[in-house]
């Protein structure tokens, strides 16, 4: 824990930073609770009242944001749920069976990690062209399937789970695979738990893939129809109207660092070197 | 346990190594490729060996876009990493207030560039923005920060150093509580200050973490694309244009998929070459200090 | 029918090698020791046997059947690991039933052997807590209780009382000892502790160096041990052995003279002993403190209460231990007379192996 009490001066340097934190998500606020004319010009206006919740209401009569929300939905959770999935099944694999090339599989998954997306982004581009897997549903969750940190992740921690419980269950007569599922993967919970909300958190707010690869606007995902909201600016409803259009795109998110916040903590914790 | 070679491990891995075969490892090599090849749209392309790469080495944008990429890296990473220090060492305690703190200062990180960019852009607008607003109220002309040339990598990093301090933050924080006590009972027992203790043990001691961080958000913010592309368009003419934005513009909107994938893979090695450097800098100064 | 059989079993880790060339039979209902330093190869001859490591040559049978190229479930062998590994997921009740359903055993009869298995090991109160809510000689119960339910053919039990204190460890010996009477099937116990095997086993296997040293019952194994590393493994302080000539002479019984020229006269025949360097081995009850005898000087002594250990050293040197009444006045630094009792007196060769007193 930290030594000793703050001085005055760093309490106030503490004050003015959550101030700098916090004004643009109060400003963003107060403007998406005003009427859009009234902005118009005079954006000063959302210092004070009246407020309305008007723009709010055009969202949900707007099929299109709401279209994005659900796109939004359906990509993060599919491709959560298969995250974990595969990454499991893989970890198992490399943690504890023993086959031909397990080594050198294992080390390049790991050099994965070095590649930075745009080393790969134009020819998956081109790669899901070919497969007529552009606006789609699994065209927007593949690329995210593909985490060797996932594998990583899951494989250290499955490491760390003795491996006599894999020998009394093999005593106990059960096959490889019942010793997955029914002893190795129960005690990956914790793990599972991290991982899934990173793993959304990445998906949720990707903007590079979804914009490249959904170019029919109602397979845009919230994060990537917020931008286009933005570019077109100029010719749509209005500045109210935008702002409570990224206001609607951070709730999702809130509740999710909320409710999860232990697991994210934790994540740092641990990723953290000694 | 030595078990048996068994080739049904094989299957455990099997969905995993497929899709990373085809989604990564393939799309690699082929990158590769492509940088070497003239091609358009279609795919159809043709040979031209090193062609794009002597372009990319005369091309004045692609030349722009690099430094403007390294200057924005620069005025971020040591920015960052002391605030998020900082921050770290004033909230590392168990208090409620703290506990406030450490959530207003993480809260920014969760949202996605758009919304980021969304948020800042009305912030930074001379006519329309908060700071605008707030400059025209105390009798200033507001600053022009999303169309002069001088303010639009600045704009980038201010805007980039408000979104990302979380993760650091909550990088050293943990770090910080894997400090062990008795070092700071020690350094207590041996009089020392609250500063020297703070420069002799405590960043030492974050040493580590120091370095990954500075590590990530280097490799991270080289590789800057939505600020960029959503905040100021690359402008004004081009002052304020990322390397990767260069990229997407190359290859979504000029369609020379072959040239841009000679940029993917400039960038990617230029990445790699940072990161190892500063691995092996700072492993030599590991060993030659403490 | 012999219950267990091993032919041959040889084992090497990568070039180190661990079992060389061990064969052993069984008979059913022994409870068999494997007894041996760490690095003796007794636990990769466990694991061999239950089937987690695979030998490169050799055969295990199990009652009749071949069971090495088995996998471990199908083996009819159960074991109690060390450290228990009691899945912490599960609650007791479920880890006594996970190997009996994966063996689809009807829910009554599963059932069944967990009440019974239960009742005997008096767990029934635990059967719905977590591993992690239980205490050590709890989950060891529960342990046995998960290899009992299975009705194996053989039980292997991996240093079952090494991670218990000394308390526990008596109350957990007897525990054993019961045990073994109830179930009708061979045990074999994995220890490096002497006193748990000799009290608990049929018959003793010392182990060491990679190869079987001497298979007997307990006594035999004490009274009679095969070769110098059994002699000073077993019993405890080790047994004094001592560098020793054999007296030229006629009589049924070899003499010899230690090195301090102290006369032996042992019970061992004279004609089974070969030419060469020859060593006396002396237990300590069989070297007393008394009014004349060899010459020693005290070097450390240890009260036991029931007895008193002196460790002394003859006139030329070499180390010797005796024992004495509880009550004995022996101080450091003492000269003593020590009286020893030839013939219970052993005698080993150059290469090691022991010679002992005729049998009558």
Redesign the interface.
């Known amino acids: 824990?930290?030594?000793?009490r703050?001085t005055p001066l760093?309490w106030a340097l503490?004050v003015i930073?959550?101030a700098?934190?916090?004004?643009?998500?109060v400003?963003?606020l107060l403007?998406s609770l005003k009427n859009n004319a009234a902005?118009v010009?005079h954006?000063?206006a959302a210092?004070h009242g009246p407020y309305t919740l008007e723009n709010y209401a055009a969202i949900f009569g707007n099929s299109l944001t709401t279209r994005w929300l659900l796109n939004s939905i359906i990509v993060s959770l599919g491709t959560t749920a298969g995250v974990l999935?595969?990454?499991s099944?893989?970890g198992?694999?490399?943690a504890r069976?023993?086959?031909?090339?397990?080594r050198t599989?294992f080390v390049?998954?790991l050099l994965?990690l070095?590649?930075?997306?745009?080393?790969?982004?134009?020819?998956?581009?081109?790669?899901f062209a070919w497969l007529h897997l552009h606006n789609s549903y699994p065209g927007l969750m593949?690329?995210g399937?593909?985490a060797?940190f996932g594998?990583f992740f899951m494989t250290t921690y499955m490491r760390g789970i003795?491996?006599?419980?894999?020998?009394?269950?093999?005593?106990?007569?059960?096959?490889?695979w019942?010793i997955?599922w029914?002893?190795i993967l129960?005690?990956t919970i914790p793990a599972q738990s991290t991982l899934a909300v990173f793993t959304f958190?990445g998906s949720?707010?990707?903007?590079?893939w979804p914009l490249?690869s959904a170019t029919r606007s109602d397979m845009y995902t919230l994060?990537?129809g917020?931008?286009a909201a933005?570019?077109n600016y100029a010719q749509t409803s209005g500045?109210g109207y935008?702002?409570a259009q990224?206001v609607f795109?951070?709730i999702p998110?809130?509740i999710?660092?909320i409710v999860f916040q232990k697991q994210?903590?934790r994540a740092?914790?641990g990723?953290?070197?000694? | 346990?030595?078990?048996?070679?068994?080739?049904?491990?094989?299957?455990?891995?099997a969905?995993?190594?497929l899709?990373?075969g085809?989604?990564?490892?393939?799309?690699?090599l082929?990158?590769l490729w492509?940088s070497l090849n003239q091609v358009d749209l279609f795919?159809a392309g043709h040979f031209v060996g090193a062609a794009n790469y002597a372009r990319l080495a005369r091309d004045p944008i692609f030349a722009a876009s690099l430094m403007n990429t390294f200057e924005v890296t620069l005025m971020i990473v040591p920015v960052l990493t002391v605030l998020a220090l900082a921050?770290a060492?004033?909230?590392?305690?168990?208090t409620k207030g703290a506990a406030i703190?450490r959530g207003?200062?993480f809260?920014?990180a969760?949202?996605?560039?758009?919304?980021v960019?969304?948020?800042?852009?009305?912030?930074l607008a001379p006519?329309?923005?908060?700071l605008?607003?707030l400059w025209?109220?105390l009798g200033w002309t507001p600053l022009p920060f999303l169309s002069d040339a001088h303010l639009a990598l600045p704009a980038l990093a201010l805007t980039t150093v408000?979104w990302s301090?979380g993760?650091p933050m909550?990088?050293f924080?943990?770090?910080l509580?894997?400090v062990p006590e008795d070092m700071?009972e020690a350094a207590a027992l041996d009089n020392a200050s609250?500063w020297t203790?703070l420069w002799r043990i405590t960043v030492p001691a974050l040493r580590?973490?120091i370095v990954?961080v500075v590590m990530l958000q280097t490799?991270a913010q080289l590789?800057m694309?939505?600020q960029s592309q959503?905040l100021t368009a690359g402008g004004p003419s081009g002052a304020s244009r990322t390397a990767?934005l260069f990229?997407f513009e190359t290859?979504?909107a000029q369609w020379q998929?072959g040239y841009?994938?000679a940029a993917?893979?400039v960038?990617?090695l230029i990445?790699?070459a940072v990161?190892v450097t500063q691995y092996w800098a700072t492993g030599r100064a590991t060993a030659q200090g403490k | 029918m012999a219950s267990l059989e091993l032919k041959g079993v040889r084992k090497a880790f990568g070039s180190t090698p661990v079992l060389d060339d061990v064969s052993l039979t069984l008979e059913s209902r022994e409870f068999i020791a494997f007894l041996g330093p760490s690095g003796s190869g007794k636990s990769t001859l466990l694991r061999i046997i239950?089937?987690?490591e695979t030998a490169d040559a050799g055969e295990v049978w199990l009652e009749g059947r071949r069971i090495d190229r088995l996998?471990?479930?199908?083996r009819g062998?159960?074991?109690v690991?060390q450290?228990y590994?009691?899945?912490?997921?599960m609650s007791v009740r479920e880890n006594m039933a996970?190997?009996l359903k994966?063996?689809r055993v009807s829910k009554d009869e599963i059932e069944r052997r967990i009440a019974d298995a239960a009742a005997v090991l008096e767990i029934d109160p635990l059967l719905e807590r977590k591993p992690g809510q239980l205490s050590g000689g709890q989950r060891q119960r529960v342990a046995i209780g998960?290899a009992l339910v299975?009705e194996p053919k053989l039980f292997l039990l991996d240093e079952p009382l090494s991670n218990l204190d000394a308390a526990l460890r008596l109350r957990t010996r007897v525990e054993l000892a019961q045990l073994k009477q109830r179930v009708d099937a061979a045990v074999i116990m994995v220890t490096h502790d002497q006193a748990e095997a000799m009290t608990l086993a049929d018959r003793v296997i010392v182990m060491n160096d990679r190869r079987i040293q001497q298979v007997g019952p307990p006594m035999e194994i004490y009274t009679r041990p095969a070769n110098t590393f059994v002699a000073q493994f077993v019993g405890s302080p080790a047994m004094t052995l001592s560098p020793a000539s054999l007296v030229q002479g006629e009589g049924e019984f070899a003499a010899l003279t230690l090195g301090d020229g102290t006369l032996v006269e042992t019970r061992v025949p004279r004609t089974s002993l070969p030419a060469g360097e020859l060593r006396i081995g002396l237990r300590p009850e069989a070297v007393r403190v008394a009014r004349s005898g060899a010459k020693a000087k005290v070097e450390l002594v240890e009260r036991l209460g029931e007895r008193t250990l002196i460790y002394a050293r003859l006139a030329d040197g070499q180390p010797i231990t005796a024992e004495d009444s509880g009550n004995s006045r022996v101080r450091i630094g003492d000269e003593v007379s020590l009286k020893i009792e030839g013939a219970s007196a052993h005698v080993f060769d150059a290469e090691g192996a022991g010679y002992h007193r005729a049998e009558s």
């Open positions: 824990m930290a030594r000793g703050l760093g503490l930073g959550a700098i934190m916090l004004a643009p998500l400003w963003t403007l902005l010009g954006s000063e210092l999935v595969i990454t099944l893989a198992y694999g490399f069976l023993d086959f031909p090339f397990r599989l390049i998954v994965g070095a590649v930075p997306s745009q080393a790969v982004i134009l020819p998956q581009h081109q790669l593949l690329p399937l593909v060797p594998v003795p491996i006599e419980l894999d020998e009394a269950a093999m005593l106990d007569g059960a096959s490889r019942t997955f029914r002893v129960p005690l958190l949720w707010n990707d903007y590079w490249i994060t990537v917020l931008a933005q570019m500045l935008l702002m990224a795109a951070s998110i809130f999710v660092y994210i903590v740092m914790a990723t953290n070197v000694r | 346990m030595s078990g048996t070679r068994d080739w049904r491990g094989l299957l455990f891995v969905p995993f190594v899709l990373y085809l989604i990564l490892v393939f799309p690699l082929r990158g492509l795919g921050l060492l004033a909230l590392n305690r168990a703190f207003i200062f809260s920014s969760v949202l996605s560039v758009t919304i960019t969304l948020i800042w852009r009305f912030v006519d329309a923005g908060l605008g607003d025209t109220a408000w301090m993760f909550l990088l924080l943990a770090g509580q894997q700071y609250r203790t580590r973490t990954l490799a590789q694309f939505g959503l990767v990229l290859a979504f998929l841009a994938s993917a893979e960038l990617f990445i790699l990161t | 239950a089937g987690l996998p471990p479930g199908d062998v159960a074991m690991f450290h590994a009691l899945y912490p997921h996970f190997g994966n063996a998960r299975k």
